[in-house]
């Protein structure tokens, strides 16, 4: 069972010093967003094994592979039986998902002072998401699958394109 991340937030930050911690902030909200996008809200039965994870500390292939071995409390076993099986609890987002999510969050809570709030925080690129990612993912806060890599966070999509131009053109 993963333990506690060994690093606070605020000692990722320091220690990539790049970012500021809102920029960290935002970017696991987004996260969210990208979820619910892919994969739609949250079932009641999907959100009660959340909260059981949680408070066991146990990250997605640990209940997968603890449903597999019959080894999951028998509450919650019948909840993932219900919910279709460990499979279905897995909402992974891409790379490239994550991104287009993060600029429908930045639009809709900044608008046309998108861009400088993220230049602010020194988010100009979408390789910068990849980067507080994969700070987060090697500091234990987030997860990753085998297939993801920095490179999937790649020219996502063009700042002055999204942030700027989208609003010319409306």
């Not at 449903?67 to 609890?89: C, F, Q, T």
């Not at 790379?95 to 993060?102: K, P």
């Not at 993220?118 to 806060?141: C, N």
Request: aromatic residues 10%.
């Amino acid at each position: 069972m993963p333990q506690t991340p060994p690093k606070s937030i605020e000692q990722i930050v320091a220690e990539l010093g790049r970012y500021p911690i809102d920029a960290f902030m935002f970017v696991q909200e987004c996260i969210a967003h990208a979820a619910e996008n892919v994969h739609g809200p949250m079932s009641e039965d999907e959100k009660t094994v959340a909260q059981w994870m949680t408070k066991e500390a146990m990250d997605f292939p640990t209940l997968a592979a603890a449903y597999h071995e019959n080894s999951l409390p028998p509450e919650i076993r019948k909840i993932v039986d219900r919910i279709g099986g460990a499979e279905k609890l897995n909402r992974h987002v891409t790379g490239q998902q994550l991104c287009w999510a993060f600029r429908d969050a930045a639009l809709a809570r900044w608008g046309l002072m998108s861009r400088t709030v993220l230049a602010h925080w020194k988010i100009t690129r979408t390789e910068d998401i990849g980067v507080i990612i994969f700070a987060l993912v090697d500091h234990g806060w987030l997860q990753k699958q085998p297939t993801d890599l920095l490179e999937d966070f790649s020219n996502v999509f063009d700042f002055d394109e999204v942030f700027e131009r989208v609003y010319r053109m409306g």
